[in-house]
T-cell receptor, first 114, second 112 residues
């Protein structure tokens, strides 16, 4: 069974540009969550989607947005990139409401903003 | 952003030693999770805890959901070199929400 797939694995962008990251969840998983991981701030929750609807949102500026498609694949977009957006972006997928059903992380996309 | 207090931040231990780490908060949690992250990879779920006082094992790993629901502990017995990595706790504040708060991580290094 394939795991959570995130593309691309690495990305370098310049300030002011925008970027789109992709996450394909495990087959059958309908919930996808996104996290930002930085050395200084640790793992910070961005948002969670379930059946194409955003159910929860973290404390990030509006430059961070996401969406989920009918096949449960999700994309995250960051507009007007800032140097501080450099981080490892992780997505995780799950079947249902409890983590024990299988909340699985992808390997992440490492974004570097120069 | 919100974070759980996780300690210690890092630890160096000898192979074969037991390891203990914990997470504390002023908030009450419904679920506690423990993850391990290897360099360049996403976190991998080790243990999930759902009830106050619950004690759960996964091989050499044992975790407990504190009875106050404000803390959790992870123990690793007889550590081996592949235990190296960063261990994170995560807490779920409300049932049914996927907004998990993560601890700051414990970086474990095992000396052979």
């Amino acid at each position: 069974k394939a795991g959570v797939t995130q593309t691309p694995r690495y990305l370098i962008k310049t300030r002011g540009q925008q970027v789109t990251l992709s996450c394909s969840p495990i087959s059958g998983h309908r919930s996808v969550s996104w996290y930002q991981q930085t050395p200084g701030q640790g793992l910070q929750f961005l948002f969670e989607y379930f059946s194409e609807t955003q159910r929860n949102k973290g404390n990030f500026p509006g430059r961070f947005s996401g969406r989920q498609f009918s096949n449960s694949r999700s994309e995250m977009n960051v507009s007007t990139l800032e140097l501080g957006d450099s981080a490892l972006y992780l997505c995780a997928s799950s079947l249902g409401a409890r983590m024990g059903y299988g909340y699985t992380f992808g390997s992440g996309t490492r974004l570097t903003v120069v | 952003g919100q974070q759980l207090n996780q300690s210690p931040q890092s630890m160096f231990i000898q192979e074969g030693e037991d390891v203990s780490m914990n997470c504390t908060s002023s908030s009450i949690f419904n679920t506690w999770l423990w993850y391990k992250q290897d360099p360049g990879e996403g976190p991998v779920l080790l243990i999930a805890l759902y009830k106050a006082g619950e004690l759960t094992s996964n091989g050499r790993l044992t975790a407990q959901f504190g009875i106050t629901r404000k803390d959790s502990f992870l123990n690793i017995s007889a550590s081996i070199p592949s235990d190296v990595g960063i261990y994170f706790c995560a807490g779920q504040l409300r049932e049914g929400t996927y907004k998990y708060i993560f601890g700051t991580g414990t970086r474990l290094k095992v000396l052979a």
